[in-house]
C-alpha cells in the first residue's frame, strides 16, 4: 500500500470527477493520503474531505503566498483545528521568493510563528520552499524546528541542503520532478536519502510525473514516483511502498 504524503484534491481541477480521483487512487493501491489545507479557503474544504473519507487527512496552516493575508485570528484557528483527530501536521507552511507574492519579511514572520504553534502542540511540520533554501534552513534553525521535525515536500534542493534537514529532523518528501529525464539533482539526492527518511507525495493537481507531464496530476500517479524511487533504490515497489507507508505512518501518526 502506498501513501500520497501532499495533495490538493479540493483543488477547483478536481471539481468535475473528484470522487472517481479518490477511487483510482484506492484501486492503484494508494490506501493513505494526505491533504493541504494552506489558506482561508482551502482549510475547511481539506478537512471536509478528511471528514467525509477514511483514507484521507488533513493538515492546516497558512501558505507563504498568503502569507500577507494571515490574521492573528487564523492563527488561533489553525490550533483550534489542530485538535481534530484527522489533522495530522502544520502546513504547507515555508518561504516562496520564486512568486514573491508577500513581501520577505511577512513571510518569514508568518513562518515562524506557526513554526512555534507546531512546537506548543507537538505537531510535525510541512514545508513548502520556493528558491529559499538558505533562508529555510536559517529558520528552521532559529526556531528549533528539529524539536517537532516534518517534512520537505516536494525537495528540490541540493544533497548539501537535504543533509542541514536530515539533520534537524526531517523528512525528505519526493514527487513528480523526480521522474522527469533531466532530473538529475533530484535522483541524486534521493539516492542519498536514508530509507528511513524517505516519502512520496504527488502535489496533484501540480507537477504530473512523466509520462503524463503537461497533464492533470492525481493521487494515482504516486505509483509512477514510487517506480522511479524503486529503481533508484535498488528495491522492488512493494518494498519501497511499505518503506515509505511506515514512514509516513510514523512522521503523521496515522492510523
Known amino acids: 500500500m502506498?501513501?500520497?504524503?501532499?495533495?490538493?484534491?479540493?483543488?477547483?481541477?478536481?471539481?468535475?470527477?473528484r470522487h472517481e480521483v479518490i477511487q483510482r487512487a484506492l484501486e492503484n493501491g494508494i490506501s493513505r493520503m494526505i491533504n493541504v489545507g494552506f489558506n482561508r479557503e482551502t482549510i475547511p474544504s481539506s478537512i471536509a474531505l478528511a471528514e467525509q473519507y477514511d483514507c484521507i487527512y488533513s493538515t492546516v496552516g497558512w501558505h507563504p503566498q498568503d502569507?500577507?493575508?494571515m490574521t492573528p485570528e487564523d492563527?488561533?484557528?489553525?490550533?483550534?483545528?489542530?485538535?481534530h483527530p484527522k489533522?495530522?501536521?502544520?502546513?504547507?507552511i515555508g518561504l516562496d521568493y520564486y512568486w514573491d507574492t508577500s513581501p520577505k519579511d511577512v513571510q518569514d514572520k508568518v513562518f515562524r510563528q506557526q513554526i512555534r504553534l507546531a512546537r506548543k502542540l507537538g505537531m510535525p511540520i510541512a514545508i513548502h520552499n520556493r528558491d529559499a533554501h538558505h533562508d529555510i534552513i536559517q529558520v528552521l534553525r532559529e526556531e528549533k524546528a528539529?524539536?517537532?521535525?516534518?517534512?520537505?515536500?516536494?525537495?528540490s534542493g541540493s544533497w548539501e541542503t537535504a543533509k542541514q534537514c536530515l539533520d534537524m529532523n526531517?523528512?525528505?518528501?519526493?514527487g513528480?520532478?523526480?521522474?522527469?529525464?533531466?532530473?538529475?539533482?533530484p535522483k541524486e539526492v534521493l539516492d542519498k536519502v536514508p530509507l528511513d527518511r524517505l516519502l512520496i507525495e504527488t502535489d496533484a493537481p501540480y507537477l504530473t510525473p512523466h509520462p503524463y507531464r503537461g497533464k492533470r496530476n492525481e493521487t494515482a500517479y504516486v505509483?509512477?514516483?514510487?517506480?522511479?524511487?524503486?529503481?533508484?533504490?535498488?528495491?522492488?515497489?512493494?518494498?519501497?511502498?511499505?518503506?515509505?507507508t511506515q514512514n509516513a505512518i510514523t512522521l503523521f501518526d496515522l492510523k
Open 87 to 92: 489533522v495530522v501536521a502544520i502546513g504547507e
Open 2 to 17: 502506498l501513501t500520497d504524503t501532499h495533495v490538493h484534491l479540493n483543488a477547483p481541477q478536481f471539481d468535475e470527477d
Open 75 to 83: 492563527l488561533e484557528w489553525i490550533e483550534q483545528l489542530c485538535s
Open 170 to 174: 526531517f523528512y525528505i518528501s519526493f
Open 223 to 244: 505509483k509512477l514516483v514510487a517506480e522511479t524511487a524503486a529503481q533508484i533504490k535498488g528495491l522492488t515497489l512493494e518494498q519501497i511502498a511499505q518503506i515509505t
Open 67 to 69: 502569507a500577507k493575508d
Open 146 to 155: 528539529a524539536e517537532v521535525g516534518g517534512v520537505m515536500h516536494c525537495f
Open 176 to 185: 513528480g520532478p523526480v521522474t522527469f529525464k533531466n532530473a538529475k539533482q
